[in-house]
């Protein structure tokens, strides 16, 4: 029996260009089984307000609009969704929510993704900007690291054609958590295989069997068949670098890794970890990270 898939999906003011809805469109193929949720955050200047035909323009309206209103107050959303309509998207799958971006976009995100138990929030071109935002002090950085409870999809100019996934593994939990996202995500699109990758420092790679292991009983127990599912071992001492060459060589849609990947003890030593490494690197693919 398939399981829905419920995605949030930021959108910006160029759908066109929109970097979260062409990785959508392009990787998924059983779009029955994908429920979208098209995300928008309104500036937060002082003069924005909805168009005031169809909302009132007061502090009181509700902080997210839905479906037939957003669309109407902002018509760049109602063409991102008859977009997706037009490349077969069924019509009850996709929905349109804006909110006024009181709180910022980056935070508005996270409210929304812990308010609407998505199982991803997709990110565009902006995702990096809104990441080193989160970063830049203490208390967004515990945010970042230690309070989400959804991962998220950073797409970096997504290159139709690409598919399969490559699923970085070191033995840790967010690794492990990061199969068993993949394996959900997959488990209805078997167009694309798992590759699990373990990067070591020398050639002596004595937990990589374990490692695999492991992160193996992740993607079988979401239903991936063992057919799908390969398995590489690469010695480096740059992990983040490696891990992007062959993104790159193998051409694969998306790169899996846990946000603990590597994770340092220090905050100043925060963009130092290879999880970051890859989200600044990564292009042609989207980067997903979860905790």
């Known amino acids: 029996m398939s399981m829905e898939k419920h995605l949030l999906v930021a959108c910006g003011d160029a759908y066109h260009t929109s970097q979260s809805l062409r990785f959508t469109y392009q990787f998924f193929t059983r779009r029955e ?6 995300f928008y955050v309104a500036p937060r200047q002082a003069d924005w307000r909805f168009d005031p035909d169809t909302l009132e323009a007061h502090p009181e309206v509700a902080a997210c609009i839905e479906h037939d209103k957003a669309v109407r107050g902002v018509p760049i959303m109602d063409q991102a969704r008859d977009w997706l309509l037009s490349m077969g998207f069924p019509a009850d799958r996709v929905r349109v929510k804006i909110s006024q971006g009181r709180l910022g976009t980056v935070k508005e995100i996270v409210k929304e993704c812990e308010e609407g138990l998505y199982d991803a929030a997709v990110l565009g071109r902006r995702g990096l900007s809104w990441f080193e935002e989160m970063v830049s002090d203490s208390i967004s950085h515990r ?14 100019n997504p290159e139709r054609g690409r598919k399969n996934v490559l699923v970085c593994v070191d033995g840790s939990e967010q690794c492990l958590r990061a199969a068993d996202h993949v394996g959900y995500m997959l488990r209805e699109e078997p167009e694309h295989s798992v590759t699990l990758l373990h990067v070591c420092e020398d050639a002596c790679c004595v937990d990589a069997e374990k490692f695999f292991t492991e992160a193996l009983v992740q993607l079988t ?24 060459a062959e993104a790159e060589k193998e051409k694969f849609a998306a790169v899996a890794i846990g946000r603990g ?5 220090a905050f100043d030593s925060l963009f130092a970890t290879t999880s970051l490494k890859v989200m600044r690197g990564i292009e042609g693919a989207a980067l997903w990270l979860c905790k």
């Open 33 to 38: 089984d994908l429920r979208l949720t098209l």
């Open 261 to 265: 990947f590597h994770e340092p003890s």
């Open 221 to 244: 127990d979401n239903g991936v068949a063992d057919e799908r599912i390969h398995f590489k071992v690469l010695t480096s001492r740059n992990p983040a670098k490696t891990i992007l």
């Open 143 to 156: 945010i970042l690291w230690e309070s989400l409870t959804f991962p998220i999809w950073i797409c970096r």
